[in-house]
């Protein structure tokens, strides 16, 4: 079945580049995604990358996807102490034509300042 | 403004006890998911509907949960028994087939004692 995984902590100082990765099983993936949730809040969609596409850059968020290898990355420049939070990998597909959307377990990332 | 609605916020029960969570999908959305959030699990995929049909209940406790779209405009989640390990926030999120992002409610978070 589906599945992802990411690293469960990551720590950085403030103005370092922080690099959140995450891997998946799903070969028939479509769209993939990081979500960001802050404490007590809901998730929030942060950016998504087409399966067809190796790299997206949205101002200091740079995705990077591995098909082959099926490995995703969030890349963070220039981090700052509100982008504390958990960073969720997830990954939907079109198998079966069912658009299941699952969720790795989350990468809390402290900034230190 | 649109956006998930989830009631209650926060609810507390003592074990034994039926639960509802009730979510109101964004307007014109027609899949909405269930997930559970815990510390030692993650996000975890419960159930989702497409125009109000369930799609994949896998995830979810056949024995005490269930789940239903009673209309388009509500998604309950009920448990019957609850029990203390229950305790765990719970969200739902809605989106448009075709469409890419998953809006995500606040979440209801359950303490079952």
């Known amino acids: 079945g589906e599945d992802v995984e990411q690293s469960l902590f990551l720590s950085v100082r403030e103005g370092d580049s922080s690099v959140i990765n995450c891997t998946y099983t799903?070969?028939?993936?479509?769209?993939l995604y990081w979500y960001k949730q802050e404490p007590g809040a809901g998730l929030q969609l942060l950016t998504y990358?087409?399966?067809?596409?190796d790299m997206k850059q949205d101002q200091r968020l740079t995705v990077l996807l591995n098909k082959k290898d099926k490995h995703l990355s969030l890349r963070i420049a220039d981090t700052q102490t509100g982008d504390s939070a958990i960073y969720f990998c997830a990954e939907t597909s079109r198998s079966g034509n069912t658009g299941k959307l699952i969720f790795g377990q989350g990468t809390t990332l402290q900034v230190k300042p | 403004d649109a956006r998930v609605t989830q009631t209650p916020r926060h609810k507390v029960t003592e074990m034994g006890q039926e639960v509802t969570m009730r979510c109101q999908p964004i307007?014109?959305?027609?899949?909405v998911f269930w997930y559970r959030q815990t510390m030692m699990q993650g996000l975890e995929l419960l159930a989702y509907?497409?125009?109000?049909?369930?799609?994949?209940d896998s995830g979810m406790p056949k024995d005490r949960f269930s789940a239903e779209m009673p209309d388009a405009t509500l998604a309950t989640l009920k448990i019957q028994p609850s029990e203390p390990r229950d305790s765990a926030v719970y969200f739902c999120a809605s989106r448009n087939v075709g469409n890419t992002e998953a809006f995500f409610g606040q979440g209801t978070r359950l303490t079952v004692v």
């Open positions: 799903d070969s028939s993936s479509t769209y």
């Open positions: 509907f497409r125009n109000r049909a369930p799609l994949d």
């Open positions: 990358i087409f399966s067809n596409m």
């Open positions: 307007l014109g959305h027609n899949t």
